[in-house]
C-alpha cells in the first residue's frame, strides 16, 4: 500500500492512523494516496480499500495484520488479494 513492494506493519499502522484522523493518507515516493481512485485494477475501489467495499477503515487494516499472521480473511469476489501486484 505503500509502494515498498511489502505487505507488512507499517501498511497496518499507516491504515489505522488514517482511520483516526492521525495521518492524511499521503503516501512517499510517488505511490498513490490513500483513497485514490482508478489505481487498482478493480474499477473505483478506492486505494487502501483492501476488502473491496469501497470505504477505508481499521476492518482494511485488519486484513492486513491477517495477512501477516497468516490468517485467510474473507476474500469478495474481483477483489485484488492483499498481495496483488497493481502496477
Ligand atoms: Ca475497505
Redesign the pocket.
Known amino acids: 500500500m505503500n509502494c515498498d513492494g511489502q505487505v507488512n506493519s507499517a501498511d497496518f499502522l499507516f491504515l489505522l492512523q488514517y482511520d483516526d484522523y492521525l495521518n492524511d493518507g499521503t503516501t512517499p515516493n510517488g505511490c498513490p494516496d490513500l483513497g485514490a481512485i482508478g489505481i487498482a485494477t478493480a474499477a473505483d475501489?478506492?486505494w487502501?480499500?483492501?476488502?473491496?467495499?469501497?470505504?477505508?477503515?481499521a476492518?482494511?487494516a485488519l486484513?492486513i495484520v491477517a495477512y501477516e499472521a497468516g490468517i485467510q480473511m474473507p476474500d469478495p469476489s474481483g477483489c485484488p488479494a492483499v498481495d496483488a501486484r497493481l502496477n
Do not use: A, M, T
Request: glycine content about 6%; aromatic content about 14%; proline content about 7%.
Open positions: 475501489f478506492p487502501g480499500d483492501i476488502n473491496c467495499n469501497h470505504h477505508l477503515d476492518i482494511d486484513y
